[in-house]
C-alpha cells in the first residue's frame, strides 16, 4: 500500500445491519411521503415489517418459482452466499461443506436426471445395434464418383444460371412494354374524349346558329 494513503474506517455493524434494512425496505415498502423515518422504529420492528412484506411479496405471484424455492432452501444456500476468503489454491469439493454438496446436487437434480435418462436411451440404442450401425464408411469409394459428378453438371448449373438471368430479363423487358402500352392506351383515351367532348361542343354551338337562323 502507498505511504500516505488513508486508512479504510471499519464499519460497526449495527451501521452496517442498518444500512442492509434500509435497502430491504427501499425494495419491498411502497413509497410514501408520510411515512414515518426508520429511525423512529425499533429494530426488531423494521426487521418483523421486512419479513411481512417478503412473505406478502412471495405469496402475491410476484415471486416467481425459483424465488420461493431459493427461499424455503435458504439454509442450504446460505453457506454459497457467504464469500470464503481469497485463496490461492483453486477449491475442491473437498472443501465445500456437506450442506453446500446438497444444496449444489439439489440445484442440479433436473440436470441430472436428464442425463441419466439420455445416457439410458443412448444404452438402449446401443444394444438394439442403432449406434455406430451406419454404413458411411461403405459409400466412401463412391466419393470419387461424386465429385465427378459435381463436376460434370457445373456446365449444366452455369447454363441453367444463363438461362435464368435471360428470362429475368425478358420478364422485366416484358413488363416494361405493358407499361408503356398502358400509358399509350391512357393518352389516347384521354385523346379521344377530348375530341369527342369537342365535337359535341360545335354540334351545340351549330344548332343554336341554326335555330336563331
Do not use: C
Not at 449495527?14 to 411515512?35: C, G, H, I, W
Not at 452466499?81 to 442440479?108: M, N, R
Amino acid at each position: 500500500m502507498a505511504e500516505g494513503a488513508p486508512t479504510p474506517t471499519a464499519m460497526s455493524s449495527q451501521l452496517s445491519l442498518d444500512l442492509r434494512l434500509r435497502f430491504l425496505e427501499t425494495l419491498l415498502s411502497p413509497s410514501t411521503s408520510n411515512s414515518s423515518p426508520s429511525s423512529t422504529v425499533s429494530l426488531s420492528r423494521r426487521v418483523s415489517l421486512i419479513n411481512s412484506l417478503l412473505t406478502q411479496s412471495l405469496e402475491s405471484g410476484a415471486g416467481t418459482e425459483a424465488v420461493r424455492r431459493f427461499v424455503a432452501n435458504y439454509d442450504l444456500n446460505e453457506p454459497l452466499l457467504s464469500l470464503p476468503p481469497v485463496s490461492t489454491a483453486a477449491p475442491t469439493s473437498d472443501e465445500l461443506p456437506p450442506a453446500s454438496k446438497v444444496a449444489l446436487i439439489l440445484e442440479a437434480e433436473n440436470e441430472i436426471r436428464s442425463l441419466e435418462r439420455d445416457l439410458r436411451e443412448v444404452e438402449a440404442l446401443g444394444q438394439r445395434g442403432i449406434v455406430g450401425a451406419g454404413k458411411l464408411a461403405e459409400h466412401e469409394p463412391l466419393k470419387s464418383e461424386l465429385t465427378q459428378v459435381k463436376a460434370d453438371i457445373a456446365p449444366v448449373s452455369t447454363a441453367y444460371t444463363s438461362l435464368e438471368a435471360r428470362t429475368n430479363a425478358l420478364l422485366s423487358r416484358y413488363n416494361d412494354y405493358i407499361s408503356t402500352l398502358s400509358e399509350i392506351f391512357i393518352s389516347w383515351n384521354d385523346i379521344v374524349s377530348a375530341a369527342e367532348e369537342a365535337v359535341t361542343r360545335l354540334e351545340k354551338e351549330r344548332n343554336q346558329e341554326l335555330d336563331i337562323s
